[in-house]
């Protein structure tokens, strides 16, 4: 424990004895500090300064009275006084906080010093030997042995750059031919070990050591290029070095490519240059004294059974090593073009490309040893998919008028894990930010690797720092999914991260589901992936030479998508060696290509280029290809040694089941995407019929019923907050990948809504539906609480509802309902489902789905050729009303294979349609098919699967569409026929499911009874005047008097044209506008179809005291307002069933007035 200087108790016996025996080289400040905090402290100020101050301090006093007795002198109000007083009090508390900061500032500053200076003495002097630790071992004795070993490895040091690195380095480029080394020195300061520790190895043939490494070096390395100029001469530079790693070829090889290519400007004299004849000389005296300090793991593997038992050794730092460089002579420095950008953030990266997971130095110490790029760069050991999801009660930073207002903070998230490093998007002014992002991360070393997240507060100028945590990787592959809440360290406030720990698979058994759970998953910026994709370049052979028969410089690009990398530069070689490792994300290695383009250095020059597509991994051994590949574009025998290595990513949890899927990809062939033209004997047979996966038309629809809430808090504000008012409530929805927001309710706490919406949705589980509920206003929308749904009870049960309890808000509860409508291949029920559709659907939500359309698009064959020859690049376009879907692009071919699906809610299956549009890349459409929906209610199963011929005559596509009527479970209509014992008998054979739903009100035998007797009577003819079709009915749920208009037939027709009906609906004996409804207008027609919707919100006692008007009408001419009736009916609600609701004709009856509308 530490005593403050303060502190007057007198030190221990421990301390008393230990100070006398603290070596001759102790610190100054420690025994500065000792001095100070002894009890002879100087004394203080003498009697006559005492009274200096307190008559200086009484002086002070008098003169905050002199403004009172001026503004009585002058007579002024007292008002002044006060507010002058008050200015005064808000500039002394502003300046004593900033006093306050000033202490609190110097006070840290002092104990840093204190506490630096503490730590260096004890590094200094080592530890004792009986100090230890549980997981971590000195090793004295290897520090002696690399302190006895630093010097001759200083002269291999010396040898390796003068004979390696210096004749590489010359002849990369002719501008360097001069280069030389003039001076190699490591320095008398070697490398120290601080710790050793040793890990259990993930199998017996390896060996895992993490050294804790620490070096203050006095390296020196003096570098000379001589160059001819016409005023310039030879550049003398010396340059640090880094464990080895000389900053030239390691640290800045851009600066080569750069001196090649000409970009730079020739050097100038600095102020120390000489002019000589024809050279120019410049000395530059650079000290590089770098100060390292990190965790190098050390990996001795494989263990073999022959000497010297170790194959290879592996070095690599787990995380960024901590570098500090003090420079001198950086003036010198900065006068040389292309190090004058050099700096310590440069070399770290630097450091970072070549010794920071994944890059890591392999020494092989066997000839001939087997898997040496495995070695090099291995497979991840797994991914980690990072979900930054929210924050919450973070600390304010914003501060306004000079610190007298505080606001908010600007927060945005880093997440780092090794050299990868992701930025989420910025929150303004929100200490609660919802990010909700992805990101995928590749592990390679468990234990070691740490997950870092860093908050910070977006600003113009310097981000503020917000807080940060750190996970070790090793509890996410322990735990799987882990999903939490974690404190923010240096700062305040919580971020919530879900962790799940994705496994490498060796097969594509599990591929489709992988897709299958990742359609499911909504991912911001990128899509979630299903593969990684590892290509180890090795070397190429033969590549063409460049004009004058001068040897390239290959360099590789290898792109998937839009994803590129690019491997180092080999200069002067035909036949290069590359030896790299790089690593791809793939979102559906199904239909992504691997395109390789091996350029000159310069980027201008192409040597060979080859495309790959990734399909065919998929059906090789291990999903791994190791093998020679022919180049394009290239010389005869240009070809390209890689190996590729594929792993499927798999959630390995028991929190996730996925689907079993009958069958395996395996036997999928890749090559039948790109259909080449050959011999009909070898061309496969015409398929038939489509072959859609076992998922296709599974899907459901949930119809969510958003009633209403209670009790939700008041966020409008009058008078500047004196006055409380309400707020304007709305509810927001979120669900597979889909948003939908309700009306706005004004001026209420207890809302009603009663709104519908409907979104199709998988059976993967782990499916939430998000409820976000906000007060509506014209700048920025006040939030009221949200709330969590999972779907799992939803999906197994097929109803739910509940009352929801708002969250992060002090009060508020929301009514929601849940149905899930399964698909049903039958048309049977659709007129009922109509029906039912027409009755619950209320006034302020879209019309409901009465089917789900699944369409399953494989193929096209015989598209038209571009300018006659030349094959198109296909893609396909699916609509139903207002909705489309999009196909992949197929390049360059007339028989393109999409296997893609999608599926449509369908709302009138009787007129709906499905639009097919095949279009070409960059050469417009190919072909188009129109399919009547009315064709597939009058197939087996409602569904069709055979080739479609394209209207303009050339081209066919196949396809699968698929209906299914989506019967309403909780309206009772799948339970009812056409004949009124079987309904009954079918609510006496399901007591569970109605037993079990104690929420559902007398709604559903009512339909039931309702749609049994509108389908019983015989219809009687028309009269003379026609007949109007109407359904009304008393809606008990929402105390709703409900009316339907469908249709008139055999209207009268007075005049020689047809008439333009409507109809019109008043509540007797009220004649006001408020109880009057109307339809639309129908033009030239005496059938007129309407099917519209009205209600009247009124109590069930009332209604029955009614009479409902309907009045047919037609205009009487374009410029009068007078309106033609042509028939009525009265219809007195006492006397009708409202329970019932069935659709019914009646007669229409004649009326004098005429002119009325």
């Known amino acids: 424990m530490e005593r403050s200087p303060g502190d007057g108790s007198s030190p221990s016996p421990a301390d008393q004895s230990s100070a006398p025996s603290d070596p001759p080289d102790q610190p100054p400040a420690a025994h500065t500090k000792r001095d100070l905090s002894s009890g002879n402290q100087p004394a203080g100020p003498g ?83 009986w100090v230890s630790f549980p997981d971590v071992e000195k090793a004295e004795w290897l520090n002696k042995i690399v302190a006895q070993v630093w010097p001759f490895l200083g002269q291999y040091m010396e040898k390796l750059l003068t ?30 070990i601080l710790g050793v520790k040793v890990h259990p190895g993930q199998s017996k043939e390896q060996i895992l050591l993490d050294l804790n490494i620490s070096y203050v070096g006095d390296v020196q390395i003096d570098v000379e290029v001589k160059k001819y100029f016409c005023k310039a001469g030879v550049k003398g530079m010396q340059v640090g070095h880094v464990s080895g790693a000389p900053i030239i070829g390691r640290l800045c090889p851009k600066f080569h490519r750069m001196w090649g290519s000409g970009k730079l400007e020739k050097p100038k004299l600095g102020k120390f240059g000489r002019e000589r004849s024809p050279f120019v000389e410049k000395c530059f005296d650079l000290l590089f004294l770098p100060q390292l300090h990190g965790v190098l793991r050390v990996i001795l593997e494989p263990l073999i059974g022959n000497l010297p038992i170790v194959g290879a050794v592996s070095m690599f730092f787990i995380r960024r090593p901590t570098l500090d460089i003090n420079w001198t002579g950086m003036t010198n420095l900065l006068d040389i073009p292309g190090l004058s950008s050099l700096s310590d953030t440069m070399i770290m990266d630097s450091i970072a490309a070549f010794l920071v997971l994944p890059n890591r130095l392999l020494v092989p110490l066997v000839p001939d040893l087997q898997d040496v790029a495995q070695l090099r760069s291995p497979l991840p050991r797994g991914i980690i998919r990072i979900h930054l999801l929210a924050a919450r009660g973070l600390g304010s930073k914003d501060k306004y008028v000079k610190g007298l207002i505080e606001g908010k903070s600007d927060p945005y998230a880093l997440v780092r894990v090794g050299t990868q490093t992701f930025c989420s998007r ?26 870092e997240v860093e908050v910070f507060d977006k600003d113009p100028d310097k981000d503020d720092f917000l807080g940060r945590m750190k996970l070790d990787v090793g509890k996410v592959l322990q735990a799987g999914v882990l999903d939490n809440w974690f404190p923010l360290q240096g700062g305040q406030g919580q971020v919530h991260l879900r962790l799940e720990w994705l496994s490498l698979l060796p097969s594509a058994e599990k591929l489709e589901q992988v897709l299958q759970w990742n359609r499911g998953v909504s991912s911001r910026p990128e899509p979630p992936s299903a593969a990684i994709l590892v290509v180890y370049l090795d070397r190429a052979q033969d590549l063409p030479l460049k004009k004058g028969n001068k040897e390239p410089n290959p360099m590789v690009q290898l792109s998937i998508q839009d994803m590129t990398q690019e491997s180092k530069a080999v200069y002067s070689n035909n036949c290069p060696v590359w030896e790299e490792a790089f690593r791809f994300f793939l979102q559906d290695p199904r239909s992504q290509e691997l395109d390789v383009q091996v350029k000159d250095d310069s980027r201008a020059l192409t040597l060979g280029a080859l495309t790959l597509p990734l399909g065919r991994l998929l059906t090789a051994p291990e999903l791994t290809l190791d093998q020679w590949f022919q180049l394009s574009s290239s010389g005869p025998n240009s070809r390209l040694y890689m190996k590729l290595v594929m792993r499927i990513l798999y959630l390995d949890s028991s929190e996730v089941h996925f689907p079993t899927v009958p069958g395996t990809p395996g036997a999928w062939d890749p090559d039948s995407e790109s259909s080449q033209a050959g011999s009909s004997v070898d061309a496969p047979p015409r398929p038939c019929h489509t072959t859609p996966d076992s998922h296709f038309g599974t899907e459901n629809v949930l119809r969510i019923h958003v009633l209403e809430a209670q009790d939700l808090i008041a966020k409008d504000r009058f008078l500047g907050g004196l006055v409380k008012g309400k707020s304007d409530p709305y509810v927001k929805l979120k669900l597979a990948g889909r948003s939908f927001r309700s009306r706005v309710v004004r001026e209420d706490l207890n809302p009603r809504w009663n709104e519908v919406f409907e979104v199709i949705v998988t059976s993967i589980p782990g499916q939430e539906l998000d409820i976000e509920v906000f007060d509506k206003d014209l700048d920025k929308d006040d939030f009221l609480g949200r709330s969590k749904v999972s779907l799992t009870a939803v999906l197994n049960t097929g109803f739910l509802d509940e009352w929801l309890t708002l969250e992060d808000v002090p009060s508020g509860r929301l009514h929601l309902r849940l149905e899930r409508l399964t698909p049903r291949p039958t048309a049977a029920e659709l007129e009922e489902v109509l029906q039912v559709n027409s009755l619950i659907q209320t006034q302020k939500s879209a019309e409901l789905a009465a089917a789900l359309l699944s369409v399953y698009l494989e193929r096209a064959e015989d598209l038209p050729l571009r300018k006659g020859t030349k094959p198109p690049s296909p893609y396909a376009t699916l609509t139903v009303g207002d909705t489309s879907h999009k196909t992949k692009t197929i390049s360059q071919t007339s028989a393109p294979v999409w296997d893609e699906s999608a599926s449509f809610l369908i709302r009138k299956p009787n007129t709906e349609s499905l639009e097919l549009q095949v279009r070409g890349e960059g050469t417009g459409a190919l072909g188009s098919l129109s399919l009547p929906l009315s064709e597939l209610l009058v197939t087996d199963q409602l569904c069709l699967d055979r080739w479609f011929t394209l209207n303009n005559g050339q081209g066919q596509v196949l396809l699968r569409a698929q209906l299914g009527i989506l019967v309403s479970q909780h309206s009772g209509v799948e339970a009812h026929s056409h004949s009124y014992s079987h309904s009954s008998s079918s609510l006496s054979e399901e007591p569970e499911l109605w037993g079990g739903l104690p929420h559902i009100t007398s709604s559903a035998p009512e339909l039931r009874q309702r749609l049994t007797h509108g389908d019983s009577p015989v219809e009687a003819p028309a009269g003379p005047l026609g007949q109007v079709k109407l359904t009304v009915w008393y809606y008990s749920e929402e105390r709703k008097l409900v009316s339907i208009v469908h249709s008139c037939r055999a209207l009268r027709q007075n005049g020689r044209d047809p008439p333009d009906p409507y109809v019109s609906l008043l509540l007797l004996p009220d004649k006001n506008r408020g109880t009057k409804r109307k339809t639309s207008q129908k033009k030239r027609t005496l059938n007129p179809e309407f099917s519209e919707r009205f209600e009247w919100e009124l109590p069930l006692d009332e209604a029955l005291r009614r009479k409902l008007d309907v009045s047919v009408k037609s205009n009487s001419s374009f410029m009068s307002r007078e309106r033609e009736l042509l028939g009525k009916v009265q219809l007195d609600l006492a006397e009708i069933d409202l329970s019932q609701g069935a659709a019914q004709w009646y007669d229409l009856m004649d009326d004098k007035d005429k002119g009325s509308s």
Not at 58 to 82: D, E, K, N, Q, T
Not at 163 to 192: D, I
């Open 47 to 129: 009697a006559a300064g005492e009274a200096l101050a307190l008559l200086t301090s009484f002086g002070r006093r008098l003169l905050v009275l002199v403004p009172v007795y001026l503004a009585g002198a002058v007579g002024l109000s007292v008002g002044f006084v006060l507010f002058g007083l008050a200015l005064y009090l808000g500039w002394r508390r502003v300046r004593d906080e900033k006093e306050r900061s000033l202490r609190a500032a110097r006070q840290l500053l002092d104990d840093e010093e204190r506490l630096t200076a503490k730590t260096l003495y004890m590094s200094h002097r080592e530890l004792p030997a």
């Open 163 to 192: 004979e390696t690195v210096a004749p590489a380095v010359r002849g990369s480029n002719p501008h360097l031919q001069t280069f030389t080394f003039t001076r190699v020195e490591l320095g008398e300061k070697p490398l120290r």
């Open 426 to 451: 910025v929150i303004n002014e929100d200490l609660n930010p919802q990010w909700g992002e992805t990101y995928e991360v590749m592990v390679h070393e468990v234990p070691g690797q740490e997950i």
